[in-house]
């Protein structure tokens, strides 16, 4: 713990403990407060916590961003550094406010949803109090009321006959892919979401460059 009594590590035990009611001998190390932490973080991180645990952040405002930086910048494992420099921004701010939506619909909450639809925002492809308006449609009206793009969009990947990408490590992912497609086309009159080569190359020269200027410290 830290010097004024701030437990790092042991939370379950000690509950355990109290719960027992019964005293236990432990061996422990007092850390000063300022260390709290970066000690924190690496503690058992070859164990059990994850990312989110870290950085006590939701785990789906977490997930994106690692998509994201697997998929866009091809950090392999990312890790806390990585991942916070996007967390405390803009990135972050997008995402904590599209998990705020609640929604029935599975496709809705999918990591790679989430990531197409702040990489959009971030690549100002769309407006974000529009986007946030549009997810907030998608979760709460029929499909009928949805944007005829978003309606195909539904249909596509959710039909259990197509094959789709679903690589965690590509932009070429069908899902991250086809919901960056209908988000910066639904309001032009397109009606069929066809990603051709010129739309891939441009989405992912879009989205690197969105992410770099948001963090360019990550890129040193």
Not at 26 to 34: A, N
Not at 53 to 65: G, Q, T
Not at 157 to 185: I, V
Request: glycine share 4%; charged share 25%.
């Amino acid at each position: 713990y830290t010097n004024t009594g701030r437990l790092v590590d042991g939370q379950h035990r000690c509950l355990g403990v109290i719960a027992a009611d019964k005293p236990i001998t432990v061996k422990f190390s007092v850390i000063p407060d300022e260390r709290y932490e970066e000690v924190y973080r690496v503690l058992d991180i070859g164990a059990t916590r994850t990312l989110d645990d870290a950085l006590r952040e939701d785990k789906n405002v977490i997930k994106p961003i690692a998509f994201l930086l697997r998929a866009a910048l091809t950090v392999q494992t990312p890790e806390t550094d990585d991942v916070e420099p996007f967390l405390n921004g803009d990135l972050g701010d997008i995402l904590r406010r599209l998990v705020g939506i609640k929604s029935e619909a599975a496709l809705w909450r999918k990591t790679t949803f989430r990531a197409a639809v702040a990489s959009a925002v971030l690549a100002e492809k769309i407006d974000e109090g529009k986007a946030i308006a549009l997810v907030t449609a998608l979760s709460t009206q029929p499909i009928n009321e949805w944007p005829p793009l978003f309606a195909k969009l539904y249909m596509q990947l959710t039909n259990k006959e197509t094959k789709l990408n679903g690589s965690g490590r590509s932009l070429d992912n069908d899902f991250f892919m086809r919901s960056y497609y209908a988000l910066t086309n639904f309001e032009s009159g397109i009606t069929t979401i066809r990603c051709y080569a010129s739309f891939r190359k441009d989405m992912k020269f879009d989205v690197y460059t969105a992410l770099y200027q948001k963090s360019p410290e990550i890129f040193d």
